[in-house]
């Protein structure tokens, strides 16, 4: 079904002109149409979730069988938490050298580099 011109306040017409908007214009529209933070850049599940937000607006959303069902399930998990990103690399953990140690060894973990025109080999 294509958008009707002359009813520009439809939802097939408003889900159009969601692929003309740049992401920080979709963002901006996902928290006018939500009244929350978006947390998201991906094109795709901002206007999944933009269109979906137009369409329950204007169709009246999920029925209330539909709601009571899901509302036991939705208590049990958090849908809309993302969890923290973990920790790149861990924590640095530095140790020293024992005094015995020869200077020209370098310390473990460390790579050991030769160039010279025009390779380079570790």
Not at 45 to 69: D, H, K, T
Not at 108 to 114: L, N, T
């Amino acid at each position: 079904m294509s958008p009707n011109p002359n009813n520009r306040n439809s939802a097939a017409f408003e889900i159009a002109e969601l692929a003309d908007l740049t992401i920080d214009q979709l963002v901006a529209k996902f928290e006018v149409v939500h009244q929350e933070k978006c947390r998201s850049r991906n094109r795709n599940f901002i206007v999944r979730r933009i269109a979906w937000r137009i369409q329950a607006n204007e169709e009246g959303g999920l029925s209330e069988r539909a709601l009571l069902r899901a509302g036991p399930i939705a208590d049990e998990s958090l849908i809309r938490i993302t969890p923290p990103k973990p920790k790149v690399g861990g924590d640095v953990v530095r140790t020293r050298m024992p005094p015995n140690w020869d200077p020209r060894i370098p310390p473990p973990g460390s790579f050991v580099e030769r160039r010279w025109v025009p390779y380079q080999q570790r």
